[in-house]
């Protein structure tokens, strides 16, 4: 069994700046080796759980556990946590999109999926072909974290898209949404999530990407895909090709297709 762990990094509190949603495939062996080191670098920071950004923030302004740690042992948990991340991965997956963008092209024009759904659909079918194209005979738990405001309509999604074979090449056994206090490979999605997200806000903003998120990223196998506008379009005018319009090119991509 391969397991899928994501979670969501989106800018500030607002919905309508950059959202990221970017986790990790692992093996049995790499969800045992990373949960066991995860647990102790918690217990060595007298961490409940790891969450980038209360990691990053400034002293002033960290809450909870976070606040009887000092900037250096944020910075000392931050690294140890880039160092276990890296050891037990099989591949990384990363979606980014400007939520506005998404809005105006897709979503207001008829595309009935908001933009946390539509990456988790791409989670979904990305994972599936590395899986299928790599190890094909093994099949798919998917994880997110839980609590994000359009849960249901992602729930919903991959309930219809699970229920496809494609012809045999449909790789998903489950999908569930977990608490990120409850699951140490879905804090590790929340450390290249936050650093996927704040990657593209500083090329946005003309700014040298940060030295801990190219430690993260460099030399290990990460798909990372920008749905920019020139994608998005691209994306539109596919599916209006194939399906007369948007809001019949959703129904199809996201329904039960015994429906």
Known sequence: MISAYFDESAEGSSTTGLLSVSGYVLDGAGVEGLVRKWRGMLSD???????????????????????????????????????????????????VLDQS?????????????????????AAYIHVNRWVHETRSDEKISLFFESGYSSQARASELLEAVSQDEWGGKNHLASYTFVKKEESEPC??????????????????????????????????????????????????????????DLKEASRLIFSNPEE
């Open 187 to 244: 804090q590790a999605a929340d450390l290249i999530a936050w650093h996927v997200r704040k990657g593209y806000e500083y090329l946005r903003d003309g700014k040298r990407i940060r030295p801990d998120t190219r430690a993260l990223i460099e030399n290990k196998k990460t798909l990372t895909i920008e749905f920019d506008s020139k994608l998005l379009k691209k994306l539109r005018d596919d599916f209006c090709r194939k399906s007369g």
């Open 45 to 95: 920071f007298n961490l409940p759980y790891f969450h980038m950004s209360e990691c990053n923030a400034c002293s002033k302004h960290r809450k909870g556990a976070y606040a009887m740690l000092s900037d250096d042992q944020c910075d000392k948990c931050a690294r140890q946590a880039i160092r276990i991340a890296r050891e037990h991965q099989l591949h990384g997956h990363s979606f």
């Open 101 to 121: 963008e998404y809005r105006q092209i897709l979503e207001n024009e008829g595309f009935g999926c908001d933009p946390y759904t539509f990456m988790v659909w």
